[in-house]
């Protein structure tokens, strides 16, 4: 069985700090490209950012120096260190699990950006 379970969300001030977790158990890790997204309240699921299997990462312009991703092959984690927050920022994040067969994703994370 896969699961993709996130973790590290939670309620932040404007140009606060967040480390979201993702641990990933039932796939072969190491052979999947990794990616963070978020969903706002009446808005479509958008790409934040991904890494893939070779470790090559890509952002969404609106994070792009704000945010890293990185993953921990050992640990079958992927991570999202998101810096300099902003309320737009404020949405679910969901953790995705994507090879050339398969789709997979967690079931979201609730990251509020406010004062």
């Known amino acids: 069985q896969v699961q993709l379970v996130e973790s590290g969300g939670g309620l932040v001030q404007p140009g606060g700090s967040l480390r979201l977790s993702c641990a990933a158990s039932?796939?072969?890790?190491?052979?999947?490209?990794m990616g963070w997204y978020r969903q706002a309240p009446g808005k479509e699921r958008d790409m934040v950012a991904v890494?893939?299997?070779?470790?090559?990462?890509n952002y969404a312009d609106s994070v792009k120096g704000r945010f890293t991703i990185s993953r921990d092959n050992a640990k079958n984690t992927v991570y999202l260190q998101m810096n300099s927050l902003k309320p737009q920022d404020t949405a679910v994040y969901y953790c995705?699990?994507?090879?050339?067969?398969?789709?997979?994703w967690g079931q979201g994370t609730q990251v509020t950006v406010s004062s």
């Open positions: 995705n699990a994507h090879s050339r067969w398969q789709n997979y």
């Open positions: 039932g796939i072969i890790f190491s052979v999947f490209d």
């Open positions: 890494i893939t299997s070779a470790g090559n990462t």
